[in-house]
């Protein structure tokens, strides 16, 4: 079965310092979406995309995040700054259609600002 | 604000046991339920899903029904086995392009 692929699978950054993480959804898929959980809290909505645009962003979508689909393949989320409470597992995923169809996610990249 | 809580974990099992993992959501209009679930070293997989009140959702020997009245979403499973050892989350979208997902509930299966 296609699978989203996450890379790298752990990163580990000082505070301040900027982050990408990379995710390369399934080929023809249309909607992709960030998640993260915290660990022991829900996993929650970041941002969805279509059209190589931001369709929806959550309240923690705030104006040191963005995200890029830069060459067709790649789906990429950037924390410019990151602080402590950024530490989390991030999700990336992928559907057809909208999010009521099934949901494509990656094994998730852990992130630890120190 | 939509929300879903589960039941906290971690659930330990014998093999051949009863499953039920407890899901309650609180939503405006009438939401979508989902279970995912995340295997050791993947990501979180559709489990099964069901878009309105009475419906039952089931895959794998896994059933949850839609239930409206009690605003629920149980995952239940007659017999688990070793392989059903994960993490299963609970999780509902209302209309928007997003879902809202539990905590998650850690379940082990012991031979």
């Known amino acids: 079965e296609p699978e989203v692929t996450q890379t790298p699978s752990h990163q580990v950054t000082q505070m301040g310092q900027e982050v990408i993480l990379r995710c390369v959804p399934i080929?023809?898929?249309?909607?992709f979406y960030w998640y993260r959980q915290i660990l022991g809290q829900k996993v929650e909505f970041l941002v969805s995309?279509?059209?190589?645009?931001?369709?929806?962003k959550s309240e923690i979508f705030d104006d040191q995040f963005s995200v890029e689909r830069p060459d067709g393949s790649n789906f990429t989320l950037k924390i410019r700054s990151t602080k402590l409470e950024d530490s989390a597992m991030y999700f990336c995923a992928s559907s057809v259609r909208e999010v009521k169809e099934k949901l494509f996610f990656g094994s998730g990249t852990q992130l630890s600002v120190l | 604000g939509d929300s879903v809580t589960q039941m906290e974990g971690p659930v330990t099992l014998s093999e051949e046991a009863f499953l039920t993992i407890n899901c309650t959501y609180t939503a405006t209009g009438y939401p979508s339920l989902f279970w995912y679930v995340q295997y050791p070293g993947e990501g979180l997989q559709l489990l099964l899903k069901a878009t309105k009140a009475d419906d039952k959702g089931s895959n794998k020997g896994f059933e949850a029904t839609y239930r409206k009245e009690t605003t629920s979403f149980h995952l239940e499973k007659g017999s688990v086995q070793v392989s059903d050892s994960a993490v299963y989350f609970c999780a509902l979208q209302t209309g928007a392009n997003n879902l809202f997902f539990g905590t998650g509930t850690r379940l082990t299966v012991i031979p």
């Open positions: 995309f279509y059209n190589n645009e931001i369709s929806e």
């Open positions: 080929s023809n898929h249309l909607y």
